[in-house]
DNA sequence: TTCTGTGAATACCTTCACAGCG
DNA sequence: CGCTGTGAAGGTATTCACAGAA
């Protein structure tokens, strides 16, 4: 194991791997190689094999990778054993959808708690059935359950507060989706999502491709590369 | 004006910009500079410059940014101006969430159609009022209402077949919720948000810090960079 | 002088290519 | 052999540092 540090990067495409080894371990593959990963998504096998290398050495020379073995460590690096709690704050229509979204079981997560500030959803519960809190209850609820993360998905003017809200409650991983840069603190990490960047990341390739107002080359390209979503 | 090939980093920081432009005007500010607005996010103010300068010189040497200038010129940059039409493929929780985000509004993108397969919801509304069609109807409403991107939110299950229905009709900008990576098409962009992954990283970031359950060196590290999101 | 625009330097990420082990 | 693990090479992105225009 090195002591390196991680590129995101790097633990993005982990994420990858493990998900496609569940898939193999469902069809009753039992063994696979960084050559056959590789093809599944179109990566460098080089780069499968540097990714894993970073945290030990799983494979075997000549055979490749056990299925199950490799999940296994790649679920515990990734720190999903631990089942964190999450919780969701804002319940519009982007934080419902997040507190019931069920992708995140798979992956061990369990969304436990929801807030909001309004007297309307304050004591009600989503449609699965998380309750939504009274957002001053933050801090008591975090601890109380033992929440390890939070979703941000208020409106920008509210996000930063909710923001520190968090992070004074303890809380040291954020996922936010509210449409602005949220200033962390040491030892956190905040990662966003934003919707309209990501669109507009789109009608920027389509601007290029049929340049109807501008006068932008002309360019056949397919494929864009990675890119990058707002950390501190 | 260049003719490299702009990376997807600085694509995505020009949507940044501009949103910092706009909240710039609206606060009367008419000039800016590179080093202000790099002190917004914290970036390198040399790279601002960077990024500018590949769709040519829009500042002012010894004076900086014209506010209003800059911003109608990221805008026309990033296709903004053509109000592209924007279609939502599934209508459950995290669809019907998308279909009624107002935050694309801003950026000049109109949602003017949502798709299922679920007879209980075709032929209905969103909340906001967008109709649900009929998947089967895909190709003739996209034509009809000139849609030119998609998002998808349906289960990984759906998702390629998805995919390749919109690009059958025609569109070539697609935004993926579905936790699959997509085969796309020469001369079509599809970029991938995967919320369990986003997680993911998160989780592998609590990991590092206090190693329950493995043997993780520890670290205090506030600061992870960017990352990526799958795209074709 | 100030602040842009940009070549050069650096840092980071990916791919190559092969040694080494089962 | 075959496939991993990894140093070295090749690319790409970011930062530095400064020439040059207003």
Known sequence: MKTERISEFTTQRLSVYLRCLEALEEMGVERTSS???????????????????????????????????????????????????????????????????????????SLVAAFDSSPGKIGGRSRSG?????????????????????????????????????????????????????????????KSIDLSISLEGLSFFLSKQSPDSQNLEQEQKSDIPSSPTETR
């Open 130 to 190: 998380v309750v939504i809190y009274d957002i001053k209850d933050l801090r008591e609820v975090v601890r109380r359950e033992g929440i390890a993360m939070g979703i941000i998905a208020v409106p920008a003017e509210a996000a930063q507060q909710v923001c520190n809200q968090l992070l004074d409650a303890g809380i040291r991983a954020i996922l936010n989706f509210a449409p602005v840069r949220l200033n962390g603190r040491p030892n956190t990490a905040i």
């Open 35 to 109: 050559k056959m990963l590789a093809e599944r998504f179109n990566l460098n096998s080089a780069q499968i094999r540097k990714d894993l290398a970073y945290f030990g050495q799983f494979g075997v020379r000549g055979v490749g990778y056990i299925v199950k073995e490799l999940k296994q460590q790649l679920s515990s690096i990734l720190g999903l054993n631990a089942g964190h709690k999450v919780c969701v704050v804002g319940a519009g229509n982007l934080g419902a959808a997040l507190t019931d979204y069920q992708g995140f079981l798979k992956s061990g997560f």
